[in-house]
């Protein structure tokens, strides 16, 4: 399975961007497929995700009320919509996926296997 994220860029601040990542497959019903962030120096810090099964999203607490995850029902795509964008959330943003994710370790890196290429947000001040 392979991910493709896409949809970074430059803003400005209170800008809005929209992320994208395409699974090549999908691998099971437990499907899980998440965002994660790192910016220069820091840890990869979990975002949002989606289950498959049930439909289910998470995002990080102090992200609500700025961004939203979705999915594309026709494809094994998911969705970052981030709105009221900061300087603090740049960084580069990466796409994970799971087909065995167990529900204690949907926050953590290490909850995922595949992993796709960054997508770099700036924001400017």
């Known amino acids: 399975v392979q991910l493709q994220a896409s949809g970074g860029g430059l803003v400005q601040t209170w800008d809005s961007l929209r992320l994208s990542c395409a699974a090549s497959s999908r691998t099971s019903s437990r499907w899980v497929m998440a965002w994660f962030r790192q910016a220069p120096g820091k840890e990869r810090e979990f975002v949002s995700a989606y289950r498959w099964d049930g439909g289910y999203t998470y995002l990080a607490e102090s992200l609500k009320g700025r961004f939203t995850v979705s999915r594309d029902t026709a494809e094994n795509t998911i969705f970052l919509q981030m709105n009221s964008l900061k300087p603090e959330d740049t960084a580069a943003y990466y796409c994970?996926?799971?087909?065995?994710?167990?529900?204690?370790?949907?926050?953590?890196?290490?909850?995922?296997?595949?992993w796709g290429q960054g997508t770099q947000v700036t924001v400017s001040s």
């Open positions: 994970a996926a799971s087909s065995r994710i167990i529900l204690s370790n949907l926050r953590r890196p290490e909850g995922y296997a595949i």
